[in-house]
């Protein structure tokens, strides 16, 4: 199970699963090249038979109408449809002439083996008919008493009501034609004479049909107005198509139709010369490419492509894997606490990069863990050097309450007071052992300080204290981290300055950090002098009462507690002012 997980497995499956999928990819996209070549073929074909079907049948119906027009502007059958009887000049009855006359345009015509019945009735009731089957006088009476005579015959233009069973006596049971009613108007007064009548026999269009060869899957529609027929066999039997995408006025059009819930998709061509649209079904391409054709042509390539990437698979192994699993071990023998490198992983390759770079991390890891320990130590030195400089609180309580006791019985307040505010900070010293307070108490605290400091010098300087926001004075601080900075700024700043010195304290926020900004206007301090107290360890003075605790020792144990970001900042201009900002995170 656990082989399963390996890489070597993996890449393995990997090349297996990318073999089979292109494979598949390609045989598909093989199959839908053929499958797309054998149906654009089979529309140019398709398209080309519609042509030629439509250009006969417009030829036909061209002859058709010539055949109508002749019934209205030839002399003789104008004058048997106007309702002469004989001849001017001789006793043979007009409507053996016109008989005779139609009988001979028909003959001459192409379309005489399409008419199945040809009706030419006069204004006076007097008829000619002719055609494939004999015709009594019944014929016109049940001519006239079908449902679309009127429409047809008053239409201004050719109707086409589709395929209609013919009712004559003569005619063929089950026989249908296409009915063709048109008046016969006289062309130079332009009066109805009478009327033509044309049974027009569905073989106009089915002999086209059958003349030209089709797939044994396709299938012809003849289409006459909305009404849509089948070519089956020689016949056609109506249907209801479902047509998409199709338009009548196209030249040649591709579509989709839908007979019986069974969807095909077709090309269709309308004729010039009359509101009808042929339709052919385009054979399915499956039956046109043979799948075992198909499996011959793939079945090498699928097998070309296994071996390939077997080969591949065991390419990968030597190149990927086995430098992969060294690697892995390394990583293994680090995270073990072992960072001894191993100069076999720096290879010229991708791999060997990456093992190079693995060989510095772990000399990285192990330089950074001394630093670590180097900086835990110093961490606690200073926190050693801080406690150090604690004085006995016992021996000086009892020294100072002495001392004050003394100042109250000679009268001295100003002795007094400075015992107050000193017993206050060593009360402080020797009660909260915490090396972190808020800064309201550690801004209580240096107002004790700074309440000696008066004493001692006097008016020689003033102090002032601007709060940005009351909340920042619950932030915790270093505990006595801001009497040094005051006492440096008296003594260094203002102790050799003949005028009244100041001294500004603000406190205000930056983002999420506290900054506590101490300004005095006193001699100020060098560039030279800045870099030099920040980068250099100077001892103080045994007589100063925090001793060790600098402005350098500050600065560290702020970097070192948060980071280099936090510490603190000199700013100053000889004979101007000096400010140090000292930068803490907001913590409550």
Request: charged share 20%; hydrophobic share 35%; proline share 3%.
């Amino acid at each position: 199970m656990k082989l399963l997980h390996t890489l070597k497995m993996k890449m393995i499956l990997l090349c297996t699963i990318t073999s089979i999928f292109l494979s598949l990819l390609l045989s598909y996209q093989i199959y839908r090249f053929m499958h797309k070549s054998f149906e654009r073929e089979q529309i140019q074909t398709v398209n080309y038979n519609l042509d030629l079907i439509a250009s006969n049948i417009e030829r036909e119906l061209d002859n058709l109408y010539q055949v109508i027009l002749f019934c209205s502007t030839n002399i003789e059958i104008s004058r048997f449809a106007s309702g002469m009887k004989n001849q001017a000049y001789t006793s043979y009855p007009i409507s053996m002439t016109a008989y005779e006359q139609l009988n001979a345009k028909i003959f001459n015509s192409s379309i005489e083996n399409y008419i199945n019945k040809i009706i030419l009735v006069s204004k006076t009731g007097e008829f000619i008919i002719q055609g494939k089957s004999y015709g009594i006088n019944k014929d016109v009476e049940i001519c006239r008493n079908l449902p679309y005579f009127d429409a047809l015959l008053n239409a201004s233009d050719y109707e086409w009501i589709g395929l209609q069973p013919e009712l004559f006596s003569s005619s063929r049971p089950g026989t249908s034609s296409l009915p063709i009613i048109r008046p016969l108007i006289n062309s130079s007064t332009g009066a109805i004479n009478g009327w033509l009548y044309i049974a027009l026999d569905p073989s106009f269009v089915a002999g086209k049909l059958t003349s030209h060869p089709q797939a044994f899957d396709s299938t012809y529609y003849w289409m006459i107005e909305n009404k849509a027929y089948r070519y089956d066999n020689g016949n056609f039997v109506e249907t209801h198509l479902c047509i998409q995408d199709a338009s009548p006025s196209d030249t040649s059009s591709l579509l989709y139709l839908t007979e019986n819930e069974d969807n095909k998709k077709a090309l269709c061509i309308s004729t010039r010369n009359a509101p009808w649209m042929l339709i052919q079904t385009l054979p399915d391409p499956k039956t046109l490419f043979s799948y075992n054709e198909f499996e011959k042509i793939i079945i090498p390539y699928i097998l070309i492509l296994l071996i390939s990437f077997l080969v591949l698979g065991y390419i990968l192994k030597r190149t990927v894997s086995d430098p992969v699993t060294k690697i892995s071990c390394q990583i293994d023998s680090i995270s073990g606490g072992n960072f001894t490198t191993d100069s076999s992983l720096e290879t010229s390759d991708e791999f060997g990069h990456i093992g190079k770079g693995i060989n510095v991390m772990s000399m990285s890891i192990q330089r950074l863990m001394n630093q670590q320990l180097e900086t835990e130590h110093e961490k606690r030195q200073l926190e050693l050097d801080n406690l150090q400089n604690q004085i006995s609180p016992h021996f000086l309580y009892n020294t100072l309450y002495t001392i004050k006791w003394m100042a109250i019985i000679q009268n001295a307040p100003g002795i007094t007071e400075m015992l107050d505010s000193l017993t206050q900070i060593m009360k402080n010293i020797s009660k909260n052992k915490n090396s972190k307070i808020t800064l309201r108490d550690e801004l209580e605290l240096l107002n004790h300080y700074i309440t000696i400091q008066r004493y001692r010098y006097g008016d020689s300087f003033s102090y002032s204290l601007e709060v940005e926001n009351e909340e920042l004075l619950n932030s915790l601080i270093f505990k006595f981290s801001l009497q040094p900075l005051i006492e440096n700024a008296i003594f260094h700043g203002l102790s050799t300055k003949k005028q009244p010195g100041q001294i500004h304290l603000r406190v205000k926020k930056e983002q999420s950090d506290l900054i506590i900004i101490i300004t005095d206007n006193g001699i100020g301090i060098s560039q030279r002098e800045i870099n030099r107290i920040l980068s250099t360890a100077e001892d103080i003075t045994e007589e100063q009462i925090f001793k060790k605790i600098g402005l350098k020792n500050i600065n560290r144990r702020l970097q070192l507690e948060y980071g280099e970001h936090y510490g603190i900042r000199i700013r100053s201009e000889l004979n101007q002012f000096t400010e140090v900002t000292i930068r803490y995170p907001i913590m409550f």
